[in-house]
């Protein structure tokens, strides 16, 4: 079965990720640290903005994913697609810019916990209505 849906967010995202691996690799040149964060706390800052990326897309993905192939709303999976670019973006924007609380940063976090919940909820309860 085919995906699109699922693979348009997923390629944008994999696009997002990039950028921020990039982002790591280039302080990593300008900082000259070849392993760790050389306690540079702008190495500190790019790996987290990656990593945190790293730690919640892949398992947004996979619940987008199945609620593909459990044949929701597209509408639905492109609001839920849309939300978690924009939230991923918000964060690594918001902690870039600063190490403490920033707007985009909180409202990142939060907005990708609510697209998780949402697919996980919405995931569940389709699979209990059977």
Known sequence: MLTPITALWAAILGLLSLALAARVVRARITEKVGFGDGASIVMQQRIRVHANFVEYVPLALVLLLLLELNTSSPVMLNALGASLALARGLHAFGLS??????????????LTWLVILAESVLLLYSRLSL
């Open 97 to 110: 810019t600063s190490t403490g609380t920033t707007p985009g940063r909180f409202v990142g976090t939060i």
